[in-house]
């Protein structure tokens, strides 16, 4: 395991996907293209859990994928070059915020930067969503849309959306509610 490259890389993801932890979600999929790290199919099990558990998700992937290539130290050093540039410009902008605070391309830069956040984040929701509710296995394309669509987990994505939209319970009671049916379904 080279240490090295994998900070680099991790330390790239950290200085460009700009929204938190799902703004990764392209980086680590390009990653997964690129090296034999991760597997692009368990991406979606890896948000799962960091969503489930304390922490950033961003954090949390890349300390899984670390540890998962190159054990302890490995899951440290993918870790460290995720965060170690949000570190390096926080302290740069807090040393030079009150010069550029007013400045008008500062303004017009987080002004594009919104819309290119929110396309990062969708990006990475539909990724998920294509893993999630389409079915991983070979298919023939002469096969009808609903054969692709797993039933099961389209009915509790819409069953979760109308009742969090509907009771606003605290998330880990979705998290939960979803988990235990995942277990039921696999029965």
Known sequence: MNYLLLFWEFFKIGLFALG???????????L??????????????MIAIS????GAIGVNMATYTGYSSGGILGG??????????????IILVARFLNRFNENFYVKAAFYGLRPAVTALIALAGFEVFKVSIITLGQFELTRQLIDL?????????????FLINKYKKHPVVYILGGAAVGILFKF
């Open 51 to 54: 969503e489930s558990t304390p």
């Open 32 to 45: 997964a293209d690129k090296y034999t790290w991760l597997d692009a199919s368990i991406l979606p099990d």
């Open 20 to 30: 938190g932890g799902l703004a990764t979600l392209p980086f680590l999929y390009d």
């Open 149 to 161: 669509v797993d039933i099961k987990s389209t009915l509790l994505f819409l069953i979760m959306i």
């Open 76 to 89: 440290i050093i993918a870790t460290l070059g995720l965060v170690a540039p949000s570190i390096i410009i």
